[in-house]
């Protein structure tokens, strides 16, 4: 009755999740490693490039990651993640609805790097650090976008996405 | 008993755990593009014409429907600050003394390009560039008074007036 009862638990284990596979010949103790949660959170700052007068010519403006936003990284201690983002079409379409005039695109091409100044492409991995129980990161995002000479007037907004993995 | 509990624990433990292996935030990226800013004449002047000097004081008037008719145009819906000042009159031969006085007098339309309307505009005030299909507009028109004295000597009188406007 015992073994029938053991048998049981494990087929309900294994029936709930896959991941479970690999434990039912070993000890359940073998992946009771808890993880803390991965998060990402702004902490401070924008990425807002104000107003910019056209003057037919163009131009490159940029905000420099440790004036542009603060991300703060939270995982598991000395665990690595991989950090990924893409750079991120701006439009003014919302503008010309209201004001008129013809729709423009700007690309926003990220600029990222970690509070010691090291520059993160996407795709890197970075180490968080052990503060107290948890694991942290900060990152600094800022980037640049080129004006063009004939581009168009208008509020341009992107959303910049960035995302971390185990 | 207990080994069923420690089962039981890690069924629940274990699926928030590999659900949580990713995280994503976002930030908006904002720019505002601004249309420069232009003034172009459409139309007028500010020749006052010739003067006859009759010994006493006299004065002068163009008034501003009858002067230069300015555009403004920008971007659409934002305020600018419009500036001026009195302008002094010289003649090239008399080395600058005795000039005139220009005094401008400054008026708006909105996006109306006829003088319907208007309103006074002061040096240091600030107007609104009315949207016009995506494109900020409105139409300045300048006249003014010349305040002629009894010494003013004859000849020709010259000077630039200029008018600013910033955002």
Redesign the interface.
Request: net charge positive; proline share 5%.
């Given at each position: 009755m015992k073994r029938a009862i053991n048998l049981f638990f494990f087929i309900f284990l294994f029936s709930c999740n896959h991941s479970f596979a690999q434990i039912t010949s070993t000890s359940a103790r073998g992946f009771a490693n808890l993880i803390v949660p991965l998060s990402i959170t702004p902490l401070s700052g924008d990425l807002d490039f104000g107003e910019i007068i056209l003057t037919g010519t163009p131009s490159t403006e940029t905000i420099s990651p440790h004036e542009g936003k603060l991300f703060e990284i939270v995982g598991h201690p000395n665990r690595f993640v991989t950090i990924t983002f893409d750079d991120v079409q701006l439009d003014n379409s919302q503008w010309i609805l209201i004001y008129g005039g013809n729709m423009g695109t700007i690309i926003f091409v990220p600029d990222v790097e970690l509070e010691n100044g090291k520059k993160i492409q996407s795709g890197d991995s970075a180490r968080l650090m052990r503060e107290g129980l948890l694991g942290k990161l900060r990152l600094w995002v800022g980037g640049t976008i080129d004006i063009a000479a004939n581009q168009p007037p208008g509020d341009y907004r992107g959303l910049f996405v960035i995302s971390v993995s185990y | 008993m207990k080994?069923?509990f420690?089962?039981i624990l890690?069924?629940f433990?274990?699926?928030?755990?590999?659900a949580?292996?990713?995280?994503?935030?976002?930030?908006?990226?904002?720019?505002?593009?601004?249309?420069?800013?232009n003034i172009t004449k459409i139309k007028g002047n500010l020749d006052f014409g010739e003067v006859i000097l009759n010994g006493d004081g006299q004065k002068i008037i163009k008034q501003p429907d009858e002067g230069i008719e300015f555009v403004v145009s920008g971007?659409?819906?934002k305020e600018a600050i419009i500036t001026y000042k009195p302008t002094l009159l010289t003649q090239s031969s008399n080395h600058g003394s005795n000039p005139l006085i220009f005094l401008p007098a400054v008026l708006q339309t909105g996006v109306n390009i006829n003088f319907v309307s208007p309103s006074v505009v002061k040096s240091g005030s600030t107007i609104l560039l009315n949207?016009q299909?995506?494109?900020g507009k409105t139409f300045i028109w300048v006249g003014g008074d010349i305040d002629i004295k009894p010494q003013s000597t004859e000849g020709n009188y010259e000077g630039i007036f200029t008018l600013t406007v910033a955002?």
């Open positions: - | 080994k069923y420690i089962y890690l069924y433990t274990a699926l928030p755990l590999f949580q292996k990713e995280a994503q935030t976002s930030a908006l990226i904002k720019v505002k593009l601004l249309k420069g800013l971007h659409p819906n949207n299909n995506g494109i955002y």
